[in-house]
Structure formats: C-alpha cells, structure tokens
C-alpha cells in the first residue's frame, strides 16, 4: 500500500518538480537524489501534528492548488531551481530539529511551512532556535508591526466584509493570557545569521532566515503563497541565475510495461542533455468503456534545454504511438 501510494505522490509531484524529488513522511522516503548544482537546489520541511499520518499527508499533497509546497514546487520550475525533497514532521521538537540540520546541510535553500502560530503547539521557532544554537528573544519590529499592519489590515478586512454585506465576526475582548499568546508569534531566533524579510507589505508576520539557507514561513496557504511571491520577487530572483525548466508531456495508449525498454533506452540516451524521462500509469475512469480508455500512461520530459526537450519528446512520440496531452493529463484531440 505504502509503494503504491508513493508512486502517485510522485506522479503528482511529476508534473510540478524536479525531476529527482524525493518526499519523506514520517521517515517513507521515495525517489533517489542525483547530482546537482547545491545552491539552486531547495527542500521543504512541513511542520504539524496534521501531517503525521502518511496518508493523510498523501490527501494533502493531492489537493494541490491549496497545498504550500505544491506552490513551492511550482515556483522553483518557474525559475529553473530544484525542488529535491520534501519532509514532512509532526509538532515534535526532536524531530523538527533533526530534519531541518539535515536539509540545510545538504540543499542550497531549505523553506519551512507551519508551526509558527501563537497556541501551544507551534514550537517551529524554537525548535529552529535550538537547532542552530540561537537565542529566542521577542523581536522588537515584528511586534511594532503586529499592533500597526496587523490591526490595520484586520480593520481593513472587517469594514469589507461590512460594506458587502457579510457578516462580521464580533471578537472578545483581549486578555492577558490572549495578547501574551499572540505576542508569542514574535518570539524569533536571534543571533548570527539570522535575517527577518517583511516580503509582503501589507503582512506583519516576516520569513525568518536562519543558518544562511533555512526560511521560515507560516503554514496558511494564502500566507504562504503571499510571503513566497514577493520573496522570490523581490529578494531572491535577483541573486541567483538560472534557466527556467521545460516539461513536454506525452500520452499513449500503451501499457507501461510495453514501453519500458523504449523509455530506458531513451533515457540512456538523453541524460548526458540533463534531461529526464518519467512515465506515470494513468487508471481507467470509473464507469468509462475500455475504449474510451486512451490515455494509458503519461510521459514526461523534463529539462532545461527547451530545443532538446521537444526533440526527444518528438522521438518518444513517434516510439510509443504518442499524442499531446495537456497540462490535465487528458489527450488532445
């Protein structure tokens, strides 16, 4: 179950990353590294007690246009970086740590999603604190920017809602126990080479960069996708040059197994050009006539020399009786 389950998070990942990410959930590895260009190469580390179950972090995955690393994934294709790995790590402070040393030792940037709200079990901050020996003190901007974009944009969203009609939820009071909570969202490490990005204006929380490589982003997805934009935007895209990847995908009505020996053959022959080969079973619709089956497999080429992407992508056509599919997975006609 676990081996099949593997092969559609990295059917789903396919479309959307490197070709040699790997996913790891509670210690399930899947997919081997190959050599790269360390610095443009990127890991996400997911970080809550949701993500502890296998599966449950399979269904996550699979809801893509919500899913931060999904987004995560798309940038680094955008812009020509290496989405390598993907961990995903229960509230557990031991675990948080260990992973995080791991990933930014080994890849060039390392992103973090999750963890890092004001209730008892957002302990990201401190686990990134004690994994690189760094002090956990309050920091003084991101509280001034708290109690001034927070509150601004929170009544900003609240007369919105007012003016169109919705209706507007009617917070408590503050009390002690409640402000001292969401003071404890700026409780940041501190210490040598750490770095507080405000990526999105009109946002107070800032990605925390610790470790020269490791970024700290909250788990919300509008949040996450917000701060990323304008990181990549704004911060990161300017310092690093790269050649946007290219991905061609073709579909066939053939079985995987009828054409193995082509695809090794070809891959043989491609992976001196960088470029690589995957192919991905696709299961029949449900209640659909096995002649209306036409896209059995789907294969994907994927690398960064556009010309020869497409060339390949032609002679694999022509070998495995291929037609285009979109970016659905579904033939064109």
Known sequence: MIRSSSSRLRAILSQIAAPSTSIQVAGVKTNRMSSSNVSNTVACLIIGDEARSYFFALKMIEQLSAVSHHYLAQKCFEHGLE?????????????????????????GLVFTSGGIGPTHDDITYESMAKAFNLQLEYHQETLEKMNTVGLQTLKAAQEDAEKAGKPVIKRPEPTAEMLEARKRMALLPLGKDCDYVYAAPHLWVPIVRCNKNVHILPGVPRLFQTLLDNFFINHLLPTIDTVPWTRKLVGTSLFESDIAPTLTDVQNKVKPLGISIGSYPKMRPVDAPIEEWKVRVVVSVIGKDSKAVHEWAEVLRSKVQGFDVDSEERAIN
């Open 83 to 107: 989405l390598r790995r993907i961990v995903v790590v229960p509230d557990i402070e031991e675990e948080i740590i260990e992973s995080v040393r791991i990933l930014s030792s080994k890849f």
